[in-house]
């Protein structure tokens, strides 16, 4: 079913709500708020959708449900960053208009460029952790994705906390370790043929079991 | 003693009377024995060191208020707005869906998405609300993103420009009145009531005059909670009880002797003079709540 003839309806089943894009205010956010104002289970769900793409609530989130994060700290200040963490630290946007990358920042210049980038002149907080590996970015279709051990298991978990079935993962790679850094949206053309294969197989795996599917 | 922290921004201090109110909380605090600490957006880290968080900045899910009732909700602390309801409030897509599911009376409402978005449309929605109509986004605030639209080019024009951050937007049927009441809810009781005014020649309580930057406010009118119509607070109380159980401001219209709702507004506003001119005790019960 299409989300825009979802939003019409009152249909009072199971929801189970397909979009590569679930950022707040766009239509993967009301079809699951849709879907709970009629009193329906979903997933995701629209607490989750916000919380999943502010980077300080999944990474307390996260960490309260055990997967392995970095330090963090929210703020603009540039003084308080430094005084918290040596260099090289990863900077993740909170406002209300970036929802996809990152910056790194080696040195205190960088850092300044990467907080007023980030930040839109200090107008807003950024999200700040300590680089201490390498960046991985990668997509997680349903809690799978093609990567390590660790990286898989950062993803398997990251779905069952969130529920969030269609996103891009980005995470920390120390040695053999991972550390969950931060999720976006995955752009429709990121989505290739072996992606919609695993969609395709879990949603025949779940239409068996006789739920409603939108996206 | 309780530990509360009031999260603020830099702008709810460039208004004398915003300002004032502030510090009536904060002495309201110090007179309960608390501890009343204002909180900026660079020591929001600080929030596990409280016991509460008061939100004062504007909520929005996207902005920063938002990280910060959501961190002092998951840390177990007591947080006005708590998440639910900046995430009602803030949507008004959500606040009207819940107002049809529970049968709030409120003003008639349409919803509209981006994709479907047809002059068949615009010219159904003239014909069932009349003209002209109020568009309204979900992220409205403070009398912002709220226009009134007579025809399909400017309806067009002003869906256009709201789509762009949102894919569904409400519209609304016009209902001109000399004044909107707001009542004050804390906890599912009524804290204050005032009439808010809508200026000379205008249709809503801020306005902007043509071409300027410059908003206008129509004046505040407050009067003792007891005083006011049984039915208003009634109406307002069921309005919140829908959304939680925290600090609201609800906008309410009369019309032919009935209220029907606005909108229900988290984080309202609370200045020295108006809304605590003759309910001067809001302070101490907003923070009583905080720390209890």
Redesign the interface.
Same mark, same amino acid.
């Given at each position: 079913m299409r989300p825009t003839t979802f939003l019409r309806s009152s249909i009072k089943d199971f929801i189970l709500n397909l979009n590569n894009d679930y950022r707040y205010l766009k239509t993967g956010y009301y079809v699951s708020m849709h879907a709970e104002v009629l009193g329906n289970r979903v997933i995701p769900s629209s607490e989750s959708i916000i919380d999943a793409n502010r980077t300080p609530i999944l990474l307390l989130k996260a960490s309260k449900a055990g997967i392995p994060t970095m330090p963090y700290l929210v703020t603009d200040s540039v003084k308080r960053i430094m005084s918290a963490f040596s260099f090289p630290v990863v900077v993740f946007a909170v406002n209300p208009f970036s929802y996809d990358g990152f910056r790194t920042a080696n040195n205190k210049s960088a850092l300044y460029r990467a907080v007023k980038s980030l930040g839109m002149n200090y107008k807003f907080t950024v999200c700040v952790q300590p680089l201490r590996g390498e960046i991985v970015s990668f997509k997680s279709i349903f809690g799978k994705c093609e990567q390590d051990q660790a990286l898989q298991e950062i993803s398997e978990k990251v779905y069952g906390v969130f529920g969030i079935p269609i996103c891009k993962l980005h995470a920390q790679r120390v040695g053999h370790a991972a550390f969950l850094c931060g999720l976006q949206p995955l752009k429709k053309e990121e989505v290739d043929s072996q992606d919609l294969k695993l969609i395709m197989e879990e949603i025949s795996q779940m239409s068996n079991l006789g739920e409603h599917l939108v996206g | 003693m309780a530990k509360i922290a009031c999260f603020v921004e830099k702008y709810n201090f460039s208004d004398p009377r915003e300002e004032k109110a502030l510090q009536n909380f904060k002495q309201a605090a110090a007179r309960l024995g608390h501890e009343f600490d204002f909180m900026f957006?660079?020591? %929001?880290?600080a929030i596990p060191q409280y016991d509460a968080v008061f939100i004062r900045a504007t909520t929005?899910?996207?902005? *920063?208020a938002? %990280?910060v009732s959501? *961190?002092a909700s998951?840390l177990g602390l007591r947080v006005i707005d708590d998440?639910?309801s900046i995430?009602i409030c803030g949507?008004k897509?959500?606040q009207y869906?819940?107002f049809e599911?529970y049968g709030i009376p409120h003003i008639p409402t349409l919803?509209i998405?981006?994709?479907?978005f047809h002059h068949r449309q615009i010219l159904e929605i003239f014909r069932e609300f009349g003209k002209p109509v109020v568009i309204k986004a979900?992220?409205t605030s403070f009398s912002r993103y709220v226009e009134k639209v007579a025809c399909e080019t400017s309806f067009r024009e002003v869906a256009l420009r709201f789509f762009r951050?949102?894919? %569904?937007l409400t519209v609304q049927k016009f209902m001109p009145t000399a004044f909107d009441w707001r009542v004050g809810v804390l906890n599912d009781e009524i804290l204050y009531v005032c009439k808010y005014m809508i200026p000379k020649g205008r249709w809503k309580h801020g306005a902007k005059l043509r071409g300027k930057p410059t908003v206008i406010w129509g004046r505040t009118f407050s009067m003792k909670r007891e005083n006011a119509p049984a039915k208003l607070k009634e109406v307002a109380l069921k309005a919140c009880q829908v959304i939680g159980h925290g600090l609201y401001g609800v906008d309410i219209k009369e019309a032919n002797g009935e209220y029907v709702v606005v909108e229900v507004n988290d984080n309202p506003s609370i200045y020295s003079g108006y809304e605590d001119l003759r309910n001067k005790d809001l302070y101490g019960k907003i923070i009583a709540y905080l720390a209890d």
């Open positions: - | 957006r660079e020591n %929001v880290s929005d899910p996207l902005f *920063t938002y %990280v959501r *961190t998951e998440p639910k995430r949507n897509i959500h869906s819940l599911k919803f998405n981006k994709e479907e979900p992220y951050k949102s894919d %569904v």
